[in-house]
């Protein structure tokens, strides 16, 4: 049987880069590296809201800063 975490397993990842695991209910997962931190598990549609909020507060605090 294979353990291997699933954040470890290059088949969830896009083009090498995201993480990408519908299975997985983490929005936030270890990177393949530990000592390189965490990554999105681009799968959730929490990321991409979280994402968006963040662009708007840059966008606004360029804009009016």
């Given amino acids: 049987m294979n353990n291997i975490e699933p954040s470890e397993n290059p088949q969830f990842y896009k083009w090498g880069v995201f993480y990408y695991n519908p299975d997985d209910e983490r929005i936030l997962v270890p990177k393949r590296v530990k000592a390189m931190g965490w990554t999105f598990n681009f799968a959730k549609p929490e990321v991409y809201h979280f994402l968006f909020?963040?662009?708007?507060?840059?966008?606004?605090?360029n804009s009016f800063g």
Avoid at 53 to 61: A, D, K, Y
């Fill in 53 to 61: 909020i963040v662009g708007i507060v840059i966008w606004l605090t």
